[in-house]
C-alpha cells in the first residue's frame, strides 16, 4: 500500500481526492492546512485523518511516500523546501516556484538528500497527450513542423466564478488565480505536452500583458493574455496562446509533411486524437474534413468523470512518483523537466509587451512514454 498526505485543502485538494480513489493502492494518511475551519470541512467530508501542524503530519507520513504540497502558488516553494528538508518526497502543484532563484534551490535541494521533487500538470500523462505522443514518434503526420496550441478559458472575469464550489465547500480561490495569472496556472498543460514529446525549449519569444486590469479580489492582477512562439532544439516551433479573456478554445495541433494531427480537449484525459490527411483536390490543398481517430491499443490508467471543465485524474503525477520510487527510477515529472518547464513558464509569464528572444539556460529529455503507450 503506497502512502501519501496532503498540505493545502482548497479547491483542488478535492479533485485529488476523487482522482486518488481510482488508485485503490493509495492511501491517504491525512491533511493538514493553515486554516482550522477550512482543514476541518475538508477532512470530515473526506473522513481523514485532521494534522494542525505540519510537523504532526510529517511524523505520519512514511519516507517512502509522497507528501502532495497543494497550496497556493505564493506558498509552494516555503512548503517544498519544509517537506524536502524533512526527509519527504513531494509532489507540488504549478508552479514549482514563482522565481527560477527558488525552482534552482528546491531542485539542487532535492538532488543533494536523493528525494524527488515532481511538479504539476499530471495531464501529459493521460491518454490524450500519450496518444498525441504516440502519433508524433510514429510519423502519423510525417515530420512535425509546426504546433499551433490554444489554452484561451473564455472571459472568466465574467463568470459566476463564486458559485464555483467544490465537493468539500471550498470556494474557487479567484483572488490567488487572477494575481498569480492564466500563464502561470494554465500554460503548463501544453507546455509540458510539447517538452515531454519534443524536448528542451531552446528560445522563447513571448508577449504578455493585462487586459482586463480590474479584477475582483486583488489589486494587482498579473497578465491575463500571453503569446508565445516557442522553438525546440529538436527543430519544430509551437505557438501557444493562454488568456481568460478570448472565447474558450483549448485545441492542439501539430502540422506534418503529412497532414495535421489535433486535440480539441487540453483538459479530457480522454479526449479525442484525430488525423487529417492532407490532399491536393484539382487546384486546391486540402486537409481531410473528417479526421481519422488515432488509439492506443490497450487499457491506458483509471479515468475520473468530467468535473466542471475538466476530466482529469489528477493524481497521476502523485502516482507517478509513487512508481518511481517503488521501481526505482528517474520520475518522468521531475528533475530537469520539472525545472525547465518552470523556467519556460516563468520567461513567457514574464515578457511583458515589449520582449525579445529569450534563450533557456536549463534543459530536460524527452519523456519516456507511459507503458502502455509505447
Not at 519544509?82 to 525552482?103: I, N, Y
Amino acid at each position: 500500500m503506497s502512502a501519501v498526505s496532503i498540505i493545502g485543502c482548497g479547491f483542488v485538494a478535492d479533485l485529488y481526492m476523487a482522482s486518488l480513489a481510482t488508485f485503490p493502492y493509495v492511501r491517504v494518511i491525512g491533511a493538514h492546512d493553515r486554516d482550522p475551519d477550512r482543514l476541518r470541512a475538508f477532512c470530515a467530508h473526506w473522513n481523514l485523518p485532521a494534522f494542525d501542524t505540519q510537523d504532526a503530519l510529517f511524523a505520519a507520513q512514511p519516507c517512502d511516500g509522497v507528501i502532495l504540497n497543494l497550496t497556493n502558488p505564493a506558498a509552494h516553494f516555503a512548503v517544498s523546501e519544509a517537506c524536502l528538508r524533512a526527509g519527504f518526497h513531494v509532489w507540488s502543484e504549478k508552479p514549482l516556484a514563482l522565481t527560477m532563484q527558488d525552482a534552482k534551490a528546491l531542485h539542487t535541494l532535492a538532488q543533494e538528500r536523493s528525494l524527488i521533487l515532481a511538479s504539476a500538470p499530471s495531464s501529459v500523462l493521460g491518454e490524450a497527450a500519450q496518444t498525441l505522443a504516440h502519433a508524433v514518434r510514429h510519423g502519423t503526420a510525417g515530420t512535425p513542423r509546426l504546433i499551433y496550441a490554444e489554452l484561451d478559458d473564455g472571459y472568466v472575469p465574467q463568470a459566476r466564478f463564486r458559485d464555483w464550489i467544490s465537493a468539500s465547500g471550498a470556494p474557487w480561490p479567484y483572488a490567488d488565480e487572477f494575481a498569480t495569472g492564466c500563464t502561470l496556472e494554465h500554460a503548463g498543460y501544453y507546455l509540458s505536452w510539447l517538452i515531454a514529446i519534443f524536448g528542451p525549449v531552446r528560445t522563447v519569444v513571448a508577449a504578455s500583458a493585462t487586459v482586463i486590469p480590474d479584477k475582483p479580489g486583488t489589486p494587482q492582477s498579473a497578465p491575463d493574455i500571453s503569446v508565445v512562439a516557442v522553438s525546440f532544439t529538436t527543430g519544430p516551433v509551437a505557438r501557444l496562446t493562454c488568456s481568460i479573456v478570448a472565447p474558450h478554445d483549448h485545441r492542439i495541433r501539430v502540422i506534418g509533411d503529412a497532414g495535421v494531427l489535433e486535440v480539441d480537449k487540453a483538459w479530457d484525459n480522454s479526449a479525442k486524437v484525430g488525423f487529417r490527411r492532407r490532399f491536393n483536390l484539382r487546384r486546391r490543398l486540402l486537409e481531410h474534413p473528417f479526421a481519422k481517430r488515432i488509439r492506443l491499443k490497450g487499457p491506458t490508467h483509471p479515468k475520473v468523470s468530467r468535473n466542471g471543465a475538466a476530466a482529469m485524474n489528477f493524481a497521476l503525477g502523485p502516482v507517478e512518483v509513487l512508481d518511481a520510487i517503488a521501481e526505482g527510477r528517474p520520475c518522468r515529472l521531475a528533475g530537469d523537466f520539472a525545472l525547465h518547464l518552470n523556467e519556460v513558464t516563468l520567461a513567457i509569464q514574464a515578457a511583458g509587451e515589449q520582449s525579445g528572444a529569450q534563450v533557456m539556460q536549463t534543459t530536460c529529455a524527452p519523456m519516456e512514454p507511459m507503458p502502455w503507450a509505447r
